[in-house]
């Protein structure tokens, strides 16, 4: 009964966030205007002239509704609806990972990540973001579950694949990194997921450079591509020096900025709450794995996260340099490297009792 009405009460929540971010577009406009064709005339084209991937997929998606009238705030309860079920297969993967709570002094902290801002302002916008998150927690839970034959994981798997061929990349080469290097399985099973890793793989990649403007595999053309795409952010109302910054200094800024030294609006003011929660979050998990580095196991879901986390950080450090951004795009993992911790913080918390 308890569960229940969190879930009304958690729907309820998110719904609040759908009328947030439609004011919010409202008025400093979006992508969203977009991908309800509010910014050019869609009687100019067919249907068929959006199928693709990418942007491309959503207009195809949104056509035939455009065209049948339904209004903007209707973009906006669909996607935002898409992103609710997300989140419940991410709370559902959650319960899976951790058991059906984590309590401490009768609080259950998961609930702190159940009702994170910012996964609820970008799962309830017309966008990108609702079906990837759909797609990223789907697979996640099938990972967990073993059950791959279900209609969340395919579909799930296959928006992530067409809206963003790159996130599938880096989720992907994350699987197959953990897989390969698992003991238990013998030589060759290793290789021979190895040849369908390395074909999926290729095959993303290849989806991935056409979708950019790179097109090709060269060193110094990537480069180039990722210090313009960081410059393009230059006259942005939040940008930050990502070129004048180490890797380690570009890698905390992204994950935990803005902070409150750097908060010029109240959306960054709220966002640099959020921070500090998930900044002292990780430092816990940190302190305990210090303490306690030879009793904490780390299973094969947390690393596949971690090493998830790694690679998209590496990735978007060299391509974004705005704090708006940063929040934006780290609905696709930290929600998850989140639960993460909480399971070294769970274990770390159970030994500290053991020990007293």
Known sequence: MKERKFLVFLFLYHIVFTLLAYKFIAIHKGDSNGYWAKTF????????????????????????????????????????????????????????????SFKFKGINLLYLVFLLPNLHFWTATLGKEPLVFYGIASIFYALLSKKFYTPSFIFGSLLLIIIRPHVALMLLLAIAFVFLFQRKYVLKTRVFFFLIFFSLISILLYLSLQLSHIKYLNWARIQ??????????????????????NYFHRIF????????????????????????????????????????????????????????????????????????????????????????????????????????
């Open 224 to 245: 180039y591509f990722n210090q313009y795409s960081i410059l393009s952010f230059k006259n942005s109302g939040s940008y930050v020096p990502m070129l004048e910054y």
């Open 41 to 100: 005339d869609i009687n100019q084209y067919s249907w068929i002239d959006f199928i693709g991937l990418n942007t491309n997929f959503i207009l195809f998606l949104n056509y035939p509704l455009i065209k049948l009238g339904f209004p903007f705030w209707f973009g906006f309860l669909l996607y935002s609806t898409i992103g609710f079920l997300g989140i419940l297969k991410f709370i559902q993967w959650a319960n899976l990972a951790l058991g059906d």
């Open 253 to 356: 800024v992204f994950n935990f900025q803005p902070l409150f030294f750097d908060a010029n609006t109240i959306f960054s003011w709220l966002a640099s709450f959020e921070n500090v929660l998930v900044l002292l979050i990780h430092f816990t998990a940190l302190l305990f794995v210090i303490k306690f580095y030879n009793k904490i196991n780390i299973y094969e879901w947390m690393k596949i996260v971690f090493v998830f986390v790694l690679i998209s950080s590496l990735v978007y450090v060299q391509r974004y340099a705005n704090l708006g951004i940063f929040m934006r795009t780290k609905i696709m993992f930290q929600p998850f490297i989140l639960i993460a911790l909480f399971s070294i913080v769970k274990k770390g918390i159970t030994l500290n009792h053991s020990k007293t």
